[in-house]
């Protein structure tokens, strides 16, 4: 765990390495909105290459078979809400039934762009209680896992949760003390991306409100 404090003293080191003459000042409050951002965007990046190396680094976030019951159930499909704190999918599998079998596991995979008419068609993609398969999508925060002639019971769903993110004590106030009790949780390695992440953003958002001035300026004087 990296203490917000110190993060934000790197924070404003890196950002004003490429100020000779003058130091620029960015208060908490934009800090915390710039390193919440950077977090999860560093965290999708590292999600989108699957790479094992970069994955181990945010492995406190991963948790693992969580159980989702009471799902509302349709004809071809079960839908299980899914946690308020639901970042990214990594594996699920169900607990399902038909009339003279109970608790069979059921491993799910996903079907992104496929109609799910053509899979509920398809002998080889369709649910199937014996090959103990089913597809699944999201849709509106719910998991849906499809079937045909049985019943998902249960949904054990391993998911990478959101962050903690970085607090003021008084969100209110951009000069605020930050909040002891939510600091970053990954180690100081991974804290270090995060906070250059923020600094070429905060860079960023600079130079397009400098070019904006500049702008605006050639247009008064025309």
Not at 79 to 85: E, I, Q, S, T, V
Not at 112 to 130: A, G, H, L, W, Y
Request: hydrophobic share 35%; proline share 4%; glycine share 0%.
């Amino acid at each position: 765990m990296v203490q917000t404090e110190l993060a934000y003293e790197k924070f404003q080191v890196k950002f004003n390495d490429n100020y000779e003459t003058s130091k620029v000042s960015v208060d908490r409050g934009r800090f915390v909105l710039l390193a919440n951002e950077a977090q999860n965007k560093l965290i999708e990046i590292v999600l989108d290459k699957k790479s094992n190396d970069e994955i181990r680094y945010i492995q406190k976030i991963l948790v693992k078979d969580f159980k989702i019951d009471t799902p509302q159930s349709k004809e071809d499909a079960d839908y299980f809400k899914l946690p308020d704190n639901y970042f990214d999918f990594s594996s699920a599998y169900t607990k399902a039934s038909t009339k003279s079998c109970t608790n069979q596991k059921i491993y799910l995979y996903e079907i992104k762009d496929d109609n799910i008419t053509i899979v509920m068609q398809d002998e080889n993609q369709r649910p199937s209680f014996i090959a103990r398969e089913a597809p699944f999508d999201f849709s509106s925060n719910n998991l849906v896992a499809y079937k045909d002639g049985f019943k998902h019971n249960e949904l054990f769903l391993s998911y990478y949760r959101y962050p903690q993110q970085v607090r003021l004590i008084d969100p209110e106030d951009p000069e605020s003390k930050f909040h002891p009790d939510f600091n970053f949780e990954f180690d100081e390695k991974f804290v270090d991306r995060i906070i250059s992440m923020a600094v070429s953003e905060m860079k960023i958002n600079e130079e397009n409100q400098s070019f904006q001035i500049k702008k605006q300026q050639a247009i008064n004087k025309i």
